[in-house]
């Protein structure tokens, strides 16, 4: 299961940046570390980690199987008649077919999860991003992520301080 799970839920409510105070400073956060370093991103994680695993292994012995096949066909496809080579060819072809019909369902479900899960985060994310800002006086905050900033001085950081403020205000 890819590392970033809840980035696209996250990254809805951080592309517009938070206004804390007017004296016009800026800082930025990196959501993707939010997520990971927090205990509730770590948390959420855990807890799709725990619910979809399972399935993904599942879905990783059909792919091996697929995979196999297809080696022994590119392998043994000299030595075969039309009819053994159009035979297995449709055989791995119906293989792929109902690997992709069970795992249709499975990715779309993950993904309402994901949404779910992602909601769970955006309040406190939201929170703490807000409270730094308070503290530290900014007047923007931005994610990281933000497509078009090409450069973001490293000083202008507060993704720690977030993680921090989130930490220790949820569970």
Known sequence: ???PILFLALS?????????????????VDMQKVLEQSKLGQRL?????KEFE?????????EKQIQTMQQSLERDKALMS???????E??????????????LPIQQELMKV?????????VPAREAVNAVAKQKKLG????????GLLYLDDSLEITADVIKEMDAKTK
Do not use: C, H, W
């Not at 809805?12 to 930025?28: D, E, I, Q, R």
């Not at 994680?45 to 980690?49: A, S």
């Not at 399972?54 to 059909?62: G, L, S, T, W």
């Not at 779910?116 to 955006?122: F, S």
């Open 54 to 62: 399972p399935k993904a292994r599942q879905f990783a012995e059909d």
């Open 90 to 103: 449709k055989e791995i072809q119906a293989l792929i077919e109902n690997y992709q019909k069970k795992t």
């Open 140 to 147: 923007m905050v931005v994610e990281r992520g933000l497509s």
């Open 82 to 88: 039309k009819d053994q080579l159009a035979k297995k």
């Open 12 to 28: 809805f409510f951080m592309v517009l940046p938070t206004l804390a105070a007017n004296n016009g400073s800026v800082g930025y």
């Open 114 to 122: 994901q949404q779910e899960k992602g909601r769970e985060i955006v």
């Open 45 to 49: 994680q855990e807890q799709l980690r």
């Open 1 to 3: 299961m890819p590392r």
